[in-house]
């Protein structure tokens, strides 16, 4: 049983790896009242979704044969019967099966977003008010501030918005927060170098230089490019 047990970890530790997907808003001509009640079957089908989303089924693709197996297993479950195979002889087995779908999903984001942003690096190459590092880190100073620019031994007060390619904010602190140096992604750790106190610059950060390959999940997607203004 040990084995099983462990392959229920990691696969939900794997699962958890993956990035979340961004969900279809509705536009506002299209948001309808809800009804005053949903049947059972519409709060199982929720339960459902809910329960399909956080083992990224869609991700690693799985087929509607292998969900027929994954609900026949269920069924076993709810009538408490055991399993036609030994769960601890399977198990290391299971681990292999979902380690392997788990790379494959994640070389496929990978290999997409890869694309994505390469086309995304080139359109700033084209941009002229954007300057670029040796690195490929890419930047425009609004002010360069005073005194000297900050170095890795430092501690620094920013504010700071984030954003996707697409410009969808992700991240922004309003209220300044304080960091040091040492721990800052390589994209701030060298454009805030460029600047001194009261400086304010815009990063265009690639994904090298931010999280790469691996990306940090949910959030950030693997091979994604981030920008962030800075002050």
Not at 22 to 51: C, D, I, M, N, R
Not at 80 to 103: C, F, K, N, V, W
Not at 202 to 224: D, E
Request: hydrophobic share 40%; charged share 15%.
């Amino acid at each position: 049983m040990k084995s099983f047990c462990s392959f229920l970890t990691l696969a939900l530790m794997l699962v958890a790896s993956l990035p979340a997907q961004p969900q279809p808003t509705a536009s506002p001509a299209t948001v309808s009242s809800p009804p005053t009640s949903y049947t059972k079957s519409e709060f199982l089908q929720t339960l459902g979704w809910h329960f399909g989303r956080q083992l990224a089924l869609h991700e690693m693709e799985f087929t509607t044969d292998e969900l027929s197996a994954f609900a026949a297993g269920l069924e076993l479950a709810r009538t408490r019967s055991q399993l036609p195979h030994p769960p601890e002889d399977i198990g290391p087995q299971a681990d292999a099966y979902i380690r392997t779908r788990h790379q494959a999903a994640v070389a496929k984001i990978q290999a997409e977003n890869a694309k994505t942003e390469q086309a995304f690096l080139n359109r700033l190459q084209q941009n002229r008010s954007i300057s670029f590092t040796p690195s490929g880190l890419g930047y425009e100073i609004t002010a360069k501030g005073s005194g000297p620019a900050p170095t890795t031994k430092d501690n620094i007060k920013v504010t700071y918005t984030g954003q996707f390619a697409s410009g969808e904010v992700f991240d922004r602190s309003q209220e300044g927060i304080t960091f040091s140096m040492s721990t800052a992604i390589p994209g701030w750790a060298e454009g805030l170098a460029l600047i001194g106190v009261g400086g304010k610059i815009k990063l265009y950060v690639p994904s090298k230089l931010a999280y790469g390959a691996q990306g940090n999940p949910p959030l950030i997607l693997p091979n994604t490019p981030l920008i962030f203004t800075v002050e």
